[in-house]
């Protein structure tokens, strides 16, 4: 999804060095078998993207997940925070 809006605004070689700069700093989960079987099996899971996200997050052991439409993981047992609330936490850790 990154890359696609930074691909609308600022042309494909800009967004590919953008993601590349974003993939320094973080890791890439996996989508296997289990995640989607959890995320079809869990009624309160409405759409099914969110789910895979969720349970691959989960599953990887991510601390939070982080999105603008934070109401989509209403079902979620770990924090989910916007980009701008994310990044004042971050600053007031250091």
């Known amino acids: 999804i990154a890359f ?54 989960v599953k990887s052991g991510c601390e939070c997940i982080i999105t603008e439409d934070q109401s989509d993981f209403y079902f979620s047992q770990i924090p989910v925070y916007g980009s701008s609330d994310f990044l004042n936490i971050l600053s007031t850790k250091k």
């Open 4 to 57: 696609y809006f930074a691909e609308k605004k600022s042309g494909r070689k800009s967004a590919l060095g953008k993601i590349q700069k974003i993939a320094d700093y973080i890791s890439v989960t996996t989508i296997d078998d289990e995640i989607t079987r959890k995320s079809l099996n869990n009624s309160k899971v409405e759409d099914f993207e969110d789910g895979l996200e969720y349970y691959s997050a």
